[in-house]
């Protein structure tokens, strides 16, 4: 049977989720060190997947999450509770995914900033065929790989937004760049993403005659 | 349905449609205030085109947002637990105290 929720005992749920995050920081201010064991384990799956889809490495994702759970806990007395802790954690990873972005091209020629803020347009993916949907398998995973296979800035823009549930105005300011830029980014890389998922697309379409 | 049916030559009809496609994002993100949003929509109930288009987008954004999580290959909690309890004990069991998390 599917366990569905209405939208009230979700936003209750979410309550109580918080409440009982926040009684677990408390135990480890406290110095009970094993509470955020707890917390390591209720959110890792989240935060390796926010830094999974950022970076496109299993392997980066990985040290992003130890990362991750090693600064908010050297920095817990400064978490407000004015946001869940799962935000919280999620800003860090994105800031850690930047900051992993920005060395990773150190030796590169194109500087993130400098993609972050105007750049190349990227080469154009082919996109897929209700024949490739097929073929290649889950739907799941060819939406994963057109994500994946998105330029940099523009994947950064979508999955702040899609993922992590950001506003334009809110990804402005975490990446320190014009809304109007992050509304671009944000509208072309859906583009690209409609245009190599057409396969997908077309295939519901029909399902749906 | 002959998407240019309301214009008196194809050009005029795809300039008119591009420029409502050009809205169709900010149709999506609720930035258009109620008398363009209205006016788009009132298109997109005549073009079968645009409203192709802006079915494909909303339905786009549904895929990337339902995506399935990925299993991370390990459980992370023992690396994570043992470094945190390593930098703490590496200064010292007296000063242990100051290597809480800091309280602001």
Redesign the interface.
């Known amino acids: 049977m599917v366990n569905e929720f209405t939208a009230r005992e979700n936003r209750t749920i979410a309550v109580v989720m918080e409440q009982t995050d926040a009684l677990i920081v408390q135990r ?2 406290r ?1 009970e ?2 509470a ?2 707890e917390l ?2 209720k959110y ?3 935060v ?2 926010l830094a ?1 889809r950022m970076l496109t490495s ?1 392997d980066d ?2 040290d992003i ?2 990362e991750t ?2 600064r908010a ?6 978490f407000r509770q004015d946001a869940s802790f799962l935000t919280w954690l999620y800003k860090i990873t994105s800031n850690l995914c930047i900051d992993h972005m920005r060395s990773r091209r150190a030796k590169g020629a194109l500087s993130l900033e400098v993609e972050l803020e105007e750049g190349r347009e990227p080469a154009a993916d082919r996109s897929t065929s209700p024949e490739d949907v097929v073929v290649r398998g889950a ?2 995973e060819i ?2 790989k057109a ?1 994946m296979n998105l330029p940099d800035k523009y994947r950064i823009v ?1 999955v702040m937004r ?2 992590r549930g950001l506003s ?1 105005e809110e990804i402005a300011e975490e990446l320190n760049l014009p809304s109007g830029t992050v ?1 671009t980014h ?2 072309r890389g ?1 583009e690209m ?2 245009e190599r ?2 396969g ?2 077309e295939m ?1 379409t029909d399902g749906r005659k | 349905m002959d998407e240019n049916r309301l214009y008196e030559s194809q050009e005029e009809g795809y300039s008119v449609c591009a420029r409502y496609r050009e809205r169709l994002p900010d149709l999506i993100e609720g930035y258009l205030d109620a008398m363009t949003a209205e006016a788009i929509r009132a298109h997109l109930s005549v073009c079968f085109m645009c409203s192709r288009v802006y079915d494909e987008m909303e339905r786009t954004i549904k895929l990337v947002e339902t995506l399935p999580f990925v299993d991370p290959r390990v459980d992370f909690g023992p690396s994570i637990m043992t470094a945190i309890s390593r930098q703490e004990n590496s200064h010292g069991p007296r000063q242990w105290w100051k290597w809480r998390p800091r309280r602001e």
């Open positions: 480890t201010l110095g060190l094993n955020y064991n390591v384990q890792q799956r989240q390796y997947n999974y299993a994702a990985g999450v130890q759970f090693i806990y050297t920095a817990l007395g400064s739907v799941g939406v994963q994500v979508v899609h993922l334009v509304k944000l509208f859906r993403l409609r998922l057409s997908v697309l519901e």
